[in-house]
T-cell receptor, first 114, second 112 residues
Framework: DQQVKQNSPSLSVQEGRISILNCDYT??????FLWYKKYPAEGPTFLIS?????DKNEDGRFTVFLNKSAKHLSLHIVPSQPGDSAVYFC?????????????FGEGTQLTVNP | DSGVTQTPKHLITATGQRVTLRCSPR?????VYWYQQSLDQGLQFLIQ???????AKGNILERFSAQQFPDLHSELNLSSLELGDSALYFC???????????FGSGTRLTVV
């Protein structure tokens, strides 16, 4: 049962344009969502997060939007840069005690063309 | 350097063998998580330890086991290896009170 799903395995955009990566979840107990970025031969690195009490969180060029009723979140990157080319993982966590586990999506390979 | 150290980086072994993957968490982090990433798949949660105790278990095979030692480093033991166990194995750590993980760079296991 894939509780976090990224339906687009890949996305290609031009440098300077907007990249929009999407993520859907099924578990209504999830209350915290994160995006991780992964370069080849490296571990995933934390990018941005959002709590379920918010519907938007912004950090520089990165903005995450959360639509709880649709159980959908998206990551917007504006403007996109070639260095943003990486695999992006959406992750979610539910109510829990310290050290809550994360459930990850399958990842989306973003390619930003110069 | 993320602060989470995984060794070895690469491992090639034969079917039926047993291997041990090691993880040293970031200084001060009490939780250690193990994830498996097979080809073209996402990160599958295996197991979590918090301050030496098992906290949560995911889709971890019975042939796999893990532990966290008093110095908080963790080991993932994989036995009776099969070709399908070939994957990237990531360790992550967190302070315990937050949701943000710090990942290591992974161990690439190839079973031949």
């Amino acid at each position: 049962d894939q509780q976090v799903k990224q339906n687009s395995p890949s996305l290609s955009v031009q440098e300077g344009r907007i990249s929009i990566l999407n993520c859907d979840y099924t578990n209504s107990m999830f209350d915290y969502f994160l995006w991780y970025k992964k370069y080849p031969a490296e571990g995933p690195t934390f990018l941005i997060s959002i709590s379920s009490i918010k519907d938007k969180n912004e950090d520089g060029r990165f903005t995450v939007f959360l639509n709880k009723s649709a159980k959908h979140l998206s990551l917007h990157i504006v403007p996109s840069q070639p260095g943003d080319s990486a695999v992006y993982f959406c992750a979610a966590s539910g109510l829990g005690t310290s050290g809550s586990r994360l459930t990850f999506g399958e990842g989306t390979q973003l390619t930003v063309n110069p | 350097d993320s602060g989470v150290t995984q060794t070895p980086k690469h491992l090639i072994t034969a079917t039926g063998q047993r291997v041990t993957l090691r993880c040293s968490p970031r200084s001060g982090d009490l939780s250690v998580y193990w994830y498996q990433q097979s080809l073209d798949q996402g990160l599958q949660f295996l197991i979590q330890y918090y301050n030496g105790e098992e906290r949560a278990k995911g889709n971890i095979l019975e042939r796999f086991s893990a532990q966290q030692f008093p110095d908080l480093h963790s080991e993932l033991n994989l036995s009776s290896l099969e070709l399908g166990d070939s994957a990237l194995y990531f360790c992550a750590s967190s302070r315990g009170g937050d949701y943000g993980y710090t990942f290591g760079s992974g161990t690439r296991l190839t079973v031949v």
